[in-house]
């Protein structure tokens, strides 16, 4: 069944099924990739990642970095925005400049969470490598938002949840991508042990013609699925493959040629609510990025200090379920995948009415 849901995220990701692995949740995924592509030395031992990442990936790299006794002050860079809440990729650039020679890894979000900024992943991934960083990303708000390319990007490694635009909800089973270089399994001796990059081990990892030999003789699994440690729940399983299975009727490609239009008509809307009111300070902003390439569907809105939870109150008592992010953030992400553009012009609708008298 894992499988199955991996072959069915390959387009979802841009990975092979080999690729691709389906197990634990994102925090946990994001430390077994840690434990295998986080192996800092005495001369590079920093990890680069921005000012302010989810909470969750925060703890991982800090924990990670404790864990080899290593002090989060001195091997801790946070890139923080040059600009409002964004993080251009030119300040990205001369951070790794900056920290070439000591970085050894860094991991940032596809999408960042709170301004919904779309970062140049084949961009930083390249420049990053030329430089012997591995680089790892957190897709958590970009898979199944954007098209991704993991492959051809040449990732070293990249983790994400299916509970926001994979649509299987919360707390369901995650995913992670795995380059094939990372992946590969050889026998270069008659030893018969093999060679494979050092992971957290455990039996489902192991290749499944031996895993029931019961000789304690780790022989994982080429590919992503050897990063396996444990057996994946099946219940979990059946309804990601459910919630794949739509995906699967359509393409990343269309799903986005939509998303362009559809977060374009919101942002018209939300616009044209700004030019039409009298306030001297504007209710709310987008910090959203302005060029479709360097967003999603998701359009961040900064509300006056203060508004929130009015607003988000209003929104539900006009049956919207609102996606706030403290301080002043609501989050409008006009998913394609069931969302109409009639349902965009209501929601702003409900939204004036919210931020109205
Ligand atoms: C960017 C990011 N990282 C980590 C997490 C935490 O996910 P999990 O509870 O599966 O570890 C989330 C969840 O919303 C997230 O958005």
Known sequence: MAEDCAIKSADIVGGSSSEIVIMSTLTINLHLMMASFYKPTEKRHKVILEWKPFPSD?????????????????????????????????????????????????????????????????RITAYAQARGILVGWDLAHAAGNV????????????????YKYINAGPGSIAGAFVHERHGQVEFKNDSGKPSYRPRLMGW????????????????????????????????????????????????????RSKALVLTAYAEHLMDQMLAES???????????????????????????????????????????????????????????????????WKFMEVLRGALGP
């Open 204 to 255: 489902y990892g192991g290749d499944k013609r031996v895993r029931f030999n019961m000789d304690n003789t780790f022989i994982p699994t080429a590919g992503a699925g050897g990063y396996q440690v444990s057996n994946p729940s099946a219940i979990d399983l059946a309804s990601l493959s459910g919630a794949l299975s739509v995906f699967n009727k359509t393409s990343m490609r269309d799903l």
């Open 278 to 344: 009298s306030d001297e300070t504007p209710l709310f902003r987008v910090i959203t990025p302005r060029d479709p390439a360097q967003r999603g569907t998701q359009l961040s809105v900064l509300l006056r200090e203060g508004l929130l939870e009015n607003v988000s109150q209003a929104l539900e008592e006009n049956g919207v379920i609102c996606d706030k992010r403290k301080p002043d953030v609501i989050r409008v992400a006009p998913v394609p995948l069931y969302t109409r553009f009639e349902d965009v």
């Open 58 to 122: 925060h703890y991982a790299i800090e924990s990670q970095v404790v864990w080899h006794g290593l002090d989060p002050e001195k091997s801790m860079i946070k890139i923080r925005p040059d600009d409002d809440f964004i993080i251009t990729t030119e300040l990205i650039l001369r951070t790794i400049d900056e920290h070439a020679e000591d970085t050894a890894l860094i991991l940032l979000p596809g999408i960042q969470y709170y301004s919904g900024q779309l970062f140049d992943i084949p």
């Open 147 to 162: 098209e991704l390319k993991l492959h051809d990007w040449n990732v070293d490694f990249a983790c994400w949840c299916t």
